[in-house]
């Protein structure tokens, strides 16, 4: 692969991370509309299905998929990111939106771990330094002090976010979907998530249709920026540069998240937030940069 090529791959990676980091924008004031998470999700990627398709038809690719060997690695693909989606919004209910994407970027730790233990990578003694490092950041961020936790439950859903989304980075790039149209990967992937939540709404779960203009905005937004772009820009750098580097631009997402946090939703930065932030992302950077 030409340098021109793997070049191309981190700008589009960055382009991943900073697009998805934009969620809490558009979906925070969905949720003070009345909307619940699983409606949100289901609009939105019910919107960026449409996006889709009229992408693939104006760059005529097929929607048909050549290989049927890749049509489960797709499924399974569809599946766990449509979980990482839905525990990440979950998670929005209970934890301030910046704290919520950065504690998501352990997703590059698990990552690393995955490969090591089921790709045989060798675990270095820095990578085990910088992983104690990051602990400690989420550590920080957990506690906020007067003996005031983050709520459990919040933080068990962005967790699973981060793991479900680590699996779904490694499955990208050790499938065989390699060889499918990153829109067409996409397509896929936003096909079986859409299944998921409209299965999850069916168990008893009410649908909350937005009304207004605004909430109609918010949810293209939402279809367009974090979702039609991101998942693009994330098959396309997988495939250019691999799991890892794609991974560790995703310093890009906490960042982006904590600032329109702040400059938007009025939330509150403390020291310790502060400390927490920078160990988290500076670890995995480092991590990641050193291996």
């Known amino acids: 692969m030409s340098s021109l090529a793997r070049y191309k ?3 589009v990676g960055a382009l991943a991370a900073a697009s998805y980091g934009t969620i809490p924008l558009f979906a925070l004031p969905l949720y003070k509309e009345g ?3 699983v409606s949100v999700l289901l609009f939105r990627y019910l919107m ?3 996006i889709l398709l009229i992408m693939l038809q104006m760059k005529k690719v097929s929607i048909r998929v050549q290989e049927r060997r890749v049509i489960l690695p797709l499924v399974l693909l569809g599946l766990m990111m449509g979980a990482s989606s839905l525990f990440l919004f979950l998670s929005y209910l209970t934890l ?3 704290i919520a994407s950065t504690i998501l970027f352990v997703y590059p730790i698990v990552v690393l771990l995955m490969m090591t233990l089921l790709y045989h990578e060798k675990l270095r003694i820095v990578t085990v330094a910088c992983i104690v490092v990051a602990m400690a950041g989420i550590v920080l961020l957990y506690y906020q002090g007067n003996g005031v936790t983050l ?3 919040g933080t068990f859903f962005i967790v699973m976010s981060a793991l479900t989304y680590a699996i ?3 499955g990208l790039n050790r499938t065989k979907t390699g060889s499918v149209d990153p829109l067409l990967t996409s397509l896929f992937v936003i096909v079986v998530s859409v299944v998921m939540f409209f299965l999850y709404l069916r168990c008893g779960l009410d649908v ?3 009304r207004s203009f605004m909430a109609w905005f918010n949810i293209f937004c939402l279809a367009a920026i974090p979702t039609v772009v991101s998942f693009y820009a994330t098959a396309y750098s997988v495939q250019h540069i691999g799991s ?3 991974a560790v631009l995703g310093a890009l997402e906490p960042a982006t998240a904590v600032a329109i946090g702040i400059l938007v939703f009025d939330e509150p930065i403390t020291l310790r937030i502060a400390i927490g932030l920078i160990l988290v992302i500076a670890s995995v950077t480092f991590l990641i940069i050193k291996k």
């Open 96 to 98: 301030p939106a910046g």
């Open 35 to 37: 909307l619940n998470p």
């Open 168 to 170: 779904y980075l490694v």
């Open 9 to 11: 791959g981190y700008l």
């Open 151 to 153: 709520d459990p439950l």
């Open 208 to 210: 909350t249709v937005p």
């Open 244 to 246: 890892t580097p794609t």
């Open 48 to 50: 960026a299905l449409l």
